[in-house]
């Protein structure tokens, strides 16, 4: 039973097509929601746009989003009036750039890392005619940090990302897609769509961005300020739920059953093999090419790591990145709300005195 007196319940969540929207599925799963006095429905969407907007509309109570977002909403949405706060990171890390395979093997790289496939890139960049068609990379939204981690990696290739390619933006699941039809030449997107294409056979993974940016803030809970100041300890129940999804993840001996629980139709709706791959922290470079070990590909929240603990002074270090793309608005910092995440540390430690009840995935 849970000890606080949740105002609302009955909750709607939202997350999209990715592994590390692993934290939502996986405390629906085992019961945790409902151990907090929460009944849960989860509801799959395409875009981050499209999640955003239905956040902000009230049409859901809370949503795994990427954790830029709520810090840039003024800036892609001008007239809001609303606020998007976070009191949990989710996870870090996650995402990794993939270019197509015909684009690969023009290339042929010194070696297979991030320097190696970036210097390649650049000298195909640099040979190619004036009035060749600039390669296009899509990155997931605008502000995201996907778009930071491309930029950083073009950038560190002595490629300007404003001028020597094009950037677009696209949904996560349709990545794979528009690579297959040669719409784009590369794309940095979240686990499992760089695996996926690898494995297709249409797609090679130039670099895990964990290679690139470690521990970088990927996913957080976020949710209204209107609806925090109505539901305070609903929250409260949400956000300690999450993070003991969060910290059963961490633990790599669940890795294989979650695996399994995140390729079923109703959530990823991809085969077994294509979700486990990054969660066991392996690389799968490209086709009929052995894994490699790539530790922390996935780093979830843990009540003893500091991973999960949203700080003004995160926020402050991806708005200053944000602001390499565009003037934003510095003065966001503390909606990442540090003050939230402890309230949840506290809470769950009150509730330690209590025996601990098995986690098995419903069946």
Not at 188 to 195: A, F, I, K, R, S
Request: net charge negative.
């Amino acid at each position: 039973m849970s000890s606080l007196q949740v105002e609302k319940p009955k909750l709607k969540l939202l997350y999209l097509r990715l592994t590390d929207s692993a934290p939502l599925i996986i405390a629906h799963e085992l019961g945790l929601f409902e151990q907090h006095g929460l009944q849960v429905t989860l509801k799959r969407e395409t875009s981050w746009a499209t999640l955003r907007d239905k956040l902000i509309g009230g049409a859901a109570d809370a949503a795994a989003m990427l954790a830029p977002m709520p810090l840039t909403l003024k800036q892609t949405l001008p007239n809001c009036e609303e606020e998007l706060l976070s009191g949990l990171i989710l996870s870090c890390n996650g995402n990794g750039i993939t270019l197509s395979s015909d684009l690969y093997s023009k290339l042929n790289p010194q070696s297979d890392d991030a320097d190696g496939v970036g210097t390649a890139l650049k000298q195909f960049v640099d040979e190619q005619a004036s009035d060749a068609a600039p390669l296009t990379f899509a990155s997931v939204y605008p502000f995201a940090s996907h778009t930071l981690q491309l930029r950083h990696w073009l950038s560190s290739a002595g490629i300007n990302p404003n001028t020597d390619v094009r950037l677009q933006v696209l949904p996560p699941e349709q990545m794979v897609d528009h690579l297959r039809r040669g719409d784009i030449d590369g794309f940095c997107v979240g686990e499992p769509w760089n695996t996926f294409a690898a494995q297709e056979g249409i797609g090679v993974i130039a670099t895990p961005n964990n290679a690139l940016m470690p521990a970088m803030p990927e996913k957080v809970l976020a949710v209204t300020r209107s609806w925090h100041e109505a539901n305070p300890a609903t929250h409260m129940a949400l956000r300690a739920a999450l993070l003991e999804a969060c910290g059963w993840l961490s633990d790599r001996t669940n890795r294989r059953d979650a695996a399994g629980i995140l390729a079923r139709p109703e959530y990823l709706n991809l085969p077994d093999d294509v979700v486990a791959v990054s969660l066991n922290d392996q690389l799968y470079r490209k086709k009929d090419m052995p894994p490699e070990q790539n530790t922390g590909w996935h780093l979830f929240a843990h009540p003893q790591t500091d991973h999960g603990r949203p700080s003004p002074q995160k926020a402050r270090e991806l708005l200053s990145l944000c602001n390499e793309i565009a003037p934003v608005d510095t003065d966001t910092a503390e909606l990442f709300d540090s003050d939230l995440y402890q309230q949840t540390l506290d809470y769950l430690r009150l509730r330690e005195r209590h025996s601990p009840k098995s986690r098995t995935p419903k069946s």
